[in-house]
């Protein structure tokens, strides 16, 4: 047996089973995994006697017990089935429970031994039947088989061993029957249980539906009862429904109706009487209210009615009479524009001389102004009634009455525009006749004017005469010939064609002046663009030399972009930037001269009219390349001052290396000569100070520290400072300071051994600098150090790891790492000091002085050096709001 998802089921049925005994004609199998313990698990099968629902295989740990784990419903199958099991019983099929045959004899084994049991149990059971009817006897050979000789003389102990043996089987046969016997007695005792226990069932089953058939009973004479006051509740409220929805015409009858239905239906509603009598009560009161309020509204509505009537007579008579007003003002309005329409044959007449047609048509326009002011005051007049007449019923019925009376207004008004039009036409045509005639009798003068001999034509001298008085032009003799061979003789009539000739001679004339005027311009402006053209080619020629500047500057720097400082080398770095600067300069000179050419164009241009806009053809194009030129110059420049950085930091970094392996020697020799940093000090110092030499001399003497040629010099400065002679004992020992860190909590003692008394504990954490040692304390076999905690400056000796190896302290804690971007400056007060620069994310700073408070602010603070750079001054730690800019490294 395999699978089933149910976990505690499958715990108990799950292993490998064997035939044990047999159930209802099919056999029944028992689990033999010897973890099932002390729990009995049988596979089984039950036929239909206790009901179909009962029949099938089980799996339980007795057959037929209350107890089961699983059911499969297949009758059929001679053996369990494979699948198609339910778990638990009534619950749904597993699919992954499965039943396979075992590999091995076993089970054919157990089922042939059940099989011979069998057997052996029906021929005992029939031998123990011919026993009982006294037919049972030792069986007889039969004649005709019996031999046909006796052999007379048989061996004696031959004969004692058959009857022996004989004996020896009569004994087992009536074992066996006796044992038969008794499983046959026990397999009744079982039967004679399972049937009682099926009777008991049966009892208890039948008692059930006997007590569920006496609830349903009770249950269904409930529900009649209940049925029965719904019914009634229902008739009465059906009533009460339509007492809520009553007139006041059908209230009383309805009323009654209910009062009736109470009295008919009280008994029958029974607990729902209360209830239902107090809907009813409070839907009659209800009812009373509307029905009251009902009443209270039909009254009102009859008085507004009657107001509403007489207020409609009295707006009836009111829109009556202002109809009749308005209809006067109609009236007079109609005269009026008939009046004034009758002073249009005043000036229309054909016959009219200039003067009376002006002053016909003048008189008219007075007449159509004073008209339409008419106009505009009665309809006015007519809106300003309208309005009084109000919104309501009489006057909806003279509306289009009122409408017409408006637009007879409305129409006369463009009559008075038409009119006016008509008279403004006349004037102008009266004025222009006048105006015309003026113009006659003034061109008349002029000829008469210059007709000096007044034989009413004009001669060649008095054609010039009038040349020069009327233009102020000396007419060519070429073109008075022409005039006179046009027009000689010059008439009256000819004077109009004589003024137009004179007039386009004189315009011939100056416009050949102004050409040749133009020509002149022409030239002048080509070459004043010409000298502007030219300052623009010595811009280009000036950018290309500044481009090509760039070029090279760009060349020079491409190792700066590929190689790096690794391969350069600092002086190396530095050689480059300076050529590359120097390009720089050159290039930045040459873009100078370029922008002062193109001021010099656009102050040009922008000074002469002629010229505004022409330098447009030049400036955008240099100063794009100028623009273009500049912005390369910067990434050049930009490019050396990383390089610079770089060698900078390069130079510090080779510098820092020298001075760690110095450092590391240093101490080395001192704990060589067991002697103090200050000892060791005074025996190396001539006086208060270690020279320059003498500390050169000491490095040259360590052969783990390489140096070049001149680099020990170099470290002295890196050191000290540049341009430095001597170096004091407060600036040697802070070189050779050496700090730890604690990884583990231990304790500080006052002396060497480590059973002396205990200074303090120390936290995780903490940075001691080492005073003295590191020493061993010989009695635990121990090195340890004599250190000061920068903490509180508390003194003390602390091992630096067990004897089983752990660690207590750790070189470091004077290291911090940038976690958030801040400033480097020179002093410990924020607000007083100057800032040096700022200090990037990650980056390391070696403490020289460790925390420090400044007051002002509430914030911490150390002295360290950048190990970027070597910059050194005062970092924050960490700011008053708690925010972390330095962690420990």
């Not at 509740?233 to 429904?241: E, S």
Request: with cysteine; aromatic share 6%.
């Amino acid at each position: 047996v395999t699978g089933c998802q149910n976990p505690t089921v499958a715990q108990i049925i799950k292993g490998t089973y064997t035939v044990s005994s047999q159930n209802h004609g099919k056999p029944v199998y028992k689990k033999s995994d010897p973890t099932a313990g002390a729990v009995s698990v049988l596979m089984y099968f039950w036929d239909d006697r206790d009901g179909p629902s009962f029949s099938g295989w089980w799996f339980g740990p007795k057959v037929g017990g209350d107890q089961v784990w699983a059911y499969n419903g297949n009758k059929a199958s001679p053996t369990p089935p494979p699948g198609g099991w339910q778990v638990p019983w009534d619950g749904p099929e597993d699919p992954t429970l499965r039943l396979t045959a075992a590999a091995g004899p076993a089970p054919a084994a157990g089922h042939a031994a059940m099989q011979q049991g069998q057997g052996q149990g029906q021929h005992a059971q029939a031998m123990q039947q011919q026993q009982g009817q006294g037919q049972y006897a030792r069986p007889q050979m039969p004649a005709a088989v019996a031999p046909r000789q006796v052999v007379p003389q048989q061996n004696a102990a031959f004969i004692a061993q058959q009857e022996a043996e004989k004996q020896k089987r009569e004994l087992e046969r009536q074992k066996a029957l006796a044992e038969q016997q008794r499983r046959r007695q026990e397999e009744e005792k079982k039967r004679r249980e399972i049937e009682e226990e099926n009777r008991r069932k049966q009892a208890e089953r039948e008692a059930e539906q006997a007590r569920k058939a006496a609830e349903l009973k009770q249950r269904r004479e409930e529900e009649e009862a209940k049925r029965k006051e719904q019914a009634a509740a229902l008739a009465v409220r059906k009533v009460i429904q339509r007492v809520r929805v009553a007139t006041p015409e059908t209230y009383d009858a309805l009323r009654t109706e209910l009062e009736e239905a109470q009295v008919k239906h009280l008994e029958t509603m029974g607990s729902q009487a209360d209830k239902v009598s107090q809907e009813a009560t409070q839907t009659l009161e209800q009812t009373q209210k509307r029905l009251d309020d009902i009443v209270a509204k039909r009254e009102e509505e009859e008085r507004r009615q009657q107001e509403a009537e007489k207020r409609k007579l009295e707006e009836a008579e009111k829109v009556e009479k202002l109809k009749g007003e308005m209809a006067a003002i109609v009236k007079e309005a109609e005269a009026k524009i008939a009046e004034t329409k009758g002073m249009e044959a005043d000036f229309s007449k054909p016959d009219l001389s200039p003067e009376a047609a002006l002053e016909a048509a003048s008189a008219s326009q007075q007449a159509v102004s004073s008209t339409c002011d008419a106009l505009t005051k009665a309809e006015a007049s007519l809106r300003e009634k309208w309005l009084d007449m109000g919104d309501n019923e009489a006057s909806w019925q003279v509306k289009r009455e009122v409408q017409d009376m408006i637009r007879v207004v409305a129409d006369g008004r463009l009559v008075m525009e038409t009119l006016s039009k008509a008279a403004d036409w006349a004037k102008q045509k009266a004025e222009r006749k006048a105006a015309s005639l003026a113009k006659e009798k003034e061109r008349r003068g002029a000829f008469d004017k210059h007709d000096g001999d007044k034989d009413g034509t004009l001669s060649r001298a008095e054609v010039v005469a009038f040349s020069k008085t009327e233009f102020d032009f000396e007419l060519p003799s070429s073109t008075l010939d022409k005039i006179m061979r046009t027009l000689e003789p010059v008439e009256f009539k000819k004077f109009r064609s004589l003024f137009q000739k004179v007039a386009i001679a004189r315009s011939e004339v100056r416009a050949r002046t102004e050409r040749a005027e133009e020509e002149r311009r022409r030239l002048l402006l080509e070459e004043q663009r010409a000298a502007v053209s030219k300052i623009a080619a010595d811009a280009g020629e000036l950018l290309a030399e500044a481009e090509s500047t760039l070029g090279r500057a760009e060349a020079e720097a491409w190792p700066l972009a590929t190689v790096g400082p690794d391969e350069l080398g600092a002086d190396g770095l530095k050689e480059l930037a300076s050529t590359i600067e120097k390009l720089i300069e050159g290039a930045h000179a040459l873009l100078d001269q370029v922008s002062e050419k193109s001021r010099k164009m656009e102050g040009e241009c922008g000074a002469n009219e002629d010229l505004k806009g022409y330098d447009q053809s030049f400036v955008p194009r240099l100063n794009g390349r100028h623009s273009r030129s500049q912005a390369r110059a910067e990434k050049i420049l930009a490019l050396v001052e990383s390089a610079r950085e770089r060698a900078v930091r390069k130079a510090y970094a080779e510098m820092d290396l020298k001075r760690s392996a110095s450092v590391t020697a240093i101490r080395a020799k001192m704990g060589e000569e067991g002697k103090s940093g200050e000892e060791y000090f005074k025996s190396l110092a001539d006086g208060e100070s270690l020279s320059k030499d003498r500390f050169v001399a000491l490095l040259k003497g360590f052969s783990e520290v390489e140096l070049v040629e001149g680099q020990a010099e170099k470290l002295f400065e890196h050191i000290v400072g540049t341009g430095a002679s001597e170096m004091s004992q407060a600036r040697f020992l802070e070189l050779i300071r050496l700090y730890y860190k604690c990884v583990k909590h231990t304790v500080m003692s006052e002396g060497l051994p480590i059973k002396s008394k205990t200074v303090r504990k120390l936290e995780v954490g903490e940075v001691l600098e080492v005073v003295e040692g590191p020493a061993k304390d010989e009695s635990v076999g121990v090195v340890r150090v004599k250190c000061k905690a920068m903490q509180d400056d508390a003194l003390g000796w602390v091992t630096i790891a067990g004897n089983q190896g752990t660690p207590f302290l750790e070189p470091g804690g004077n290291f911090y790492a940038c976690v958030k971007e801040t400033v480097l400056t020179d002093g410990l007060s924020v607000q007083e000091s100057r800032t040096i620069r700022k200090v990037a994310k990650g980056e390391v700073i070696e403490v020289l002085e460790f925390t420090k408070k400044d007051d002002a602010l509430d914030i911490r603070r150390i002295r360290g050096q950048a190990k970027l750079d070597g910059a050194i001054g005062w970092i924050t730690v960490s700011g008053n709001q708690g925010t972390a800019y330095l962690e420990s490294c």
